[in-house]
C-alpha cells in the first residue's frame, strides 16, 4: 500500500486497504483518518462510510457511527463483508431490528460465511426471533462445528434438561 501510494498519492484503494490493516490492529483512531483518505480519493463511498463507521462505533461515539453509517446505507451497499459490517456498527449502537435486515442481505448474498449467519442470529435473538435465530446458529455450526460463540448462543436459546441437553456437543 505504501508503495502503492507513494506511485500514486491518489490511490483511493491503497488507502482503503491500508486502512483495513490499521483497524485490524486496533489503532481505530488512525484508521478514521486513513479511510478519510481513501473517500477523499473517491473510493467506494459504502465501503468507506461503513468502514468509518465502524472505527466510530469502536471509539464509542455512537452517535457518529450511526450518521456515518445511514451515509453507508445510502450508497448503496452491495458487497456481503460491507453489508455485514453494517449490522455490526447497527446492533453495537442497539439498533438490532435495522440490523437483522443487513444480516439477513449479507447472509443472501454469501451462505457460507459462518461468521455472518452467527452475526445474524444474534440480533435476531436480541428481537426475540428465537426460532429463525436457532436456524442461523444451526447454519453456521453446520458451516463451522468448531464455532463455540453459536454453540453457546444455541444452547442459550434452546430449552435444556438433565434428560435433553447439549452437554455432549458442549
Not at 29 to 56: F, H, M, P
Not at 99 to 126: S, W
Amino acid at each position: 500500500c505504501i508503495r502503492a501510494l507513494q506511485t500514486n498519492p491518489s490511490n483511493g484503494e491503497a488507502y482503503f486497504l491500508l486502512g483495513q490493516l490499521t483497524a485490524d490492529h486496533d489503532n481505530f483512531v488512525k484508521a478514521l483518518d486513513i479511510y478519510g483518505r481513501a473517500r477523499a480519493a473517491g473510493y467506494s463511498e459504502a465501503e468507506t462510510c461503513t468502514q468509518i463507521s465502524r472505527c466510530l462505533i469502536a471509539l464509542n461515539r455512537r452517535d457518529e457511527a450511526v450518521s456515518m453509517v445511514r451515509q453507508a446505507i445510502s450508497a448503496g451497499p452491495a458487497d456481503a463483508l460491507t453489508l455485514d459490517t453494517i449490522g455490526v456498527v447497527l446492533s453495537r449502537a442497539g439498533l438490532h431490528d435495522e440490523a437483522v435486515a443487513f444480516y439477513q442481505k449479507a447472509c443472501a448474498r454469501n451462505p457460507n460465511n459462518a461468521d455472518y449467519q452467527y452475526n445474524r442470529g444474534v440480533a435476531l435473538q436480541f428481537v426475540g426471533r428465537f426460532d429463525e435465530a436457532g436456524d442461523a446458529f444451526r447454519t453456521c455450526l453446520a458451516l463451522a462445528p468448531d464455532n463455540t460463540r453459536a454453540r453457546v448462543a444455541m444452547v442459550s436459546i434452546t430449552k435444556q434438561s438433565k434428560q435433553n441437553n447439549s452437554l455432549h456437543e458442549l
